[in-house]
Structures are given as C-alpha cells and as structure tokens.
C-alpha cells in the first residue's frame, strides 16, 4: 500500500486501505490496527495533509510501543517527524520525534536507520545552527562528522557504504577514518568503536 501511494496510484492505495478496514471490524487485532494508523498517516502524506499524517502516525506509535514492537514504535517516531518537518519546515517542529527516534534506534543498534534519522535532523536544523560562525578547531578530540563516521565504521560498514550513508565522498570518509584512527589511538576499524564510545563518555 507504502509503494501504491508513493508511486502516485493514490486512488488504489485508498481502496486497499478500505478493504483492510473492513476486514477487521469487529476484530481484536492490535498490531493490525497499528499498521492500519501507519497506512492512513501514508495516505495523509500523500496527499499533502502533514498535520493530520503526524497525528495518524503518532497514533501509531502508541499503538506500537503498547504491543510492546520497539522498532516499528521508533520508524514511526522518525515518520511523525518527518511529516512535522514538511508541514513546518521553518519551525522546530518534528524536531523532538526526530530525536527520539534516534535515540531508540541507537538503543537497538539500528546503524543504517540511525544514520537515516540524524541526516533528517541535520538537514532540518541547518547548519547555522548546528554550529558557530568559522571553523572550530577539535584538536586531539574527535569532530562530530569524525565522531558519526567513526561510529559506522566500527560497525562494519565499509567506506562506500559510510559515504552513501552519510552523502560524503570515498575518499572524504577514507580521510575521516584516519584521522579517527589516529585520534583514538585505534588499531583497527574494529575497534574504532570501542575506543569511540569510551571517548564520548562524561568525565566523572
């Protein structure tokens, strides 16, 4: 139904949403009425009604933390963002979903949706405001670009897989691998993420 809308074929994805509603009147199907709250809020988006898609979706997110499903709970998370942002995209709307979202993902391990959803927050935020005027100096520490790409590299990806992810170049990523390497004191990729992690802890 996902596909149907987002290929334009609005129409038919309102007829299959429709019949799925039917068939479950009278039903006690809680994970099917969550998924039922996903479909509408895709409709909503469709049509460009990002009010009432946020609404349906964060519906929807109750509906799966109840079950409980985590994961599914924070997609729906980023989607109720994600529609705030479109309705209000000069506002700090959609910004604490967004961030929530990450959060749970990160909790899971979720690297590549993790990725996805800070992209969405850095794309929303700007990057006036995401940092000073000029150029800051991180010296020995790691910078946050060094810090995210230090983070999928520890998970496995390789470098063409960081740079889709992150919409950097190769040869860009190669560079911030190094630095972090040297940085961290790391012997390898492996384990850039140890040594990450212990990095970005609070001193006591």
Known sequence: MEATARA???????EMVDEFAAGMEGR???AAFAALM???????????????AAGCFRR???????????????????ACGRSAVAGRPQSAAGVPELAAAAH????????????????????HLGAEQRRPRGR???GERLSPREEEVAELAGAGLSNREIAATLHLSPRTVEQHVARAL???GALSRQDLAVKDRKNSEPES
């Open 8 to 14: 334009g074929r609005r129409d038919t994805a309102r």
């Open 28 to 30: 006690q199907a809680p």
């Open 38 to 52: 996903w479909c509408r809020a895709v409709l909503s988006e469709a049509d460009g009604d990002f009010a009432e």
């Open 60 to 78: 929807a997110r109750t509906r799966y933390q109840a079950l409980p499903r985590p994961y599914e709970a924070a997609l729906a998370a980023e």
């Open 104 to 123: 749970e993902l990160e909790a899971m391990c979720a690297t590549w949706d993790v990725a996805r959803v800070r992209a969405e927050l850095r794309a």
């Open 136 to 138: 800051p100096s991180y």
């Open 182 to 184: 040297r940085k961290l």
